[in-house]
């Protein structure tokens, strides 16, 4: 029913910043917590931002605090996440997920989302 795409990926020098956008299709996802995650070669997909439903509270991994900011823009149906001071460990696929939980509060468990886009890449060289 939700159709989710990720854009703003890309080939970056350490130290820039990148913005990545998720954008919905179809049925709104307003309603609904939002998270980012991200998956390097031949690792496990790890958790990175989540933001409740109305935006009103935001959690990120200790790996990417003070460095990534997850915000959404409910009237357009985009989820967006900035990304300042790249480091070359941050190199992944990120992708941008849907909570099961309508009117939820931050969630950083994969198997809490239900919804998944195809992913972007990012790439961070040293």
């Known amino acids: 029913q939700v159709q989710l795409v990720e854009s703003g990926g890309g080939l970056v020098q350490a130290g820039a910043s990148l913005r990545l956008s998720c954008a919905a299709s179809g049925r709104t996802f307003s309603t609904y917590p939002m998270g980012w995650f991200r998956q390097a070669p031949g690792k496990e997909r790890d958790f990175v931002c989540t933001i409740s439903w109305n935006g009103g509270n935001t959690y990120c991994a200790d790996s990417v605090k003070g460095r990534f900011t997850i915000s959404r823009d409910n009237a357009k149906n985009t989820v967006y996440l900035q990304m300042n001071s790249l480091k070359p460990e941050d190199t992944a696929v990120y992708y941008c997920?849907?909570?099961?939980?309508?009117?939820?509060?931050?969630?950083?468990?994969?198997?809490?989302?239900?919804?998944w886009g195809q992913g972007t890449q990012v790439t961070i060289s040293s």
């Open positions: 997920a849907r909570n099961q939980r309508r009117f939820g509060d931050t969630s950083y468990g994969a198997n809490e989302y239900d919804y």
